[in-house]
């Protein structure tokens, strides 16, 4: 990912963002070019590194067409909006602007290992389903529902690590124009996200 140093993030900022996003693109080379497929993705920190996991129907092929020895990746997507030119101050003095596109991005780069033993698949969705019902109130578990009902439902899906061994995140936020011009960019997009 292209990122020019006045957008790039710290990894610590970054690793927050897919904390908190937890949604991600995972894309890997397979048989016959790009595999992708759209999941929810677990950071674990535990360890020696950076982990990411999920899990995927088993009737996906990107666990069984992916090429192990070409790394994976991850691609976490922030806010994003259009920024029109009017919002600039320099629209009405000289007419020297172009429009642009404001997003958060984190791509991370790693080995892909499936995981297909039942103890693993419970492990993944009990932690994923542990950190998506943390604070509600009557948080669902995955000992909720019936042991065979769960033992079912393993059988339909394949657990997906990737081993993170390279993070990008870029946050383009305008930080590269004058403070006049980012405080016109924010009421601007505060008018364009305000609901009547």
């Not at 950076?50 to 092929?61: D, F, Q, S, Y």
């Not at 991850?74 to 429009?99: L, M, N, S």
């Amino acid at each position: 990912m292209y990122t020019p140093t006045h957008f790039k993030m710290e990894e610590s900022d970054a690793l927050a963002l897919i904390e908190t996003l937890s949604f991600a693109t995972l894309v890997s080379l397979g048989e016959g070019g790009l595999l992708s497929t759209p999941l929810p993705l677990l950071l674990d920190r535990s360890g020696d590194g950076v982990r990411l996991i999920g899990h995927v129907a088993r009737a996906n092929p990107h666990w069984k067409r992916f090429d192990p020895a070409v790394p994976s990746l991850a691609i976490f997507q922030g806010g994003d909006g259009y920024v029109t030119p009017a919002w600039y101050a320099e629209k009405q003095k000289t007419g020297k602007v172009v429009p642009t596109w404001n997003y958060v991005s984190v791509h991370a780069h790693g080995r892909l290992e499936v995981v297909e033993d039942a103890a693993g698949l419970l492990d993944i969705v009990t932690r994923l389903t542990d950190r998506h019902e943390s604070g509600r109130e009557r948080a669902w578990q995955v000992g909720d529902a019936p042991e065979d009902y769960i033992a079912a439902m393993l059988r339909g899906i394949v657990g997906v690590v990737l081993h993170v061994d390279r993070l990008e995140a870029k946050a383009k936020l305008s930080q590269n124009k004058d403070d006049q011009d980012r405080a016109a960019i924010r009421a601007g997009m505060a008018g364009v996200l305000s609901i009547p």
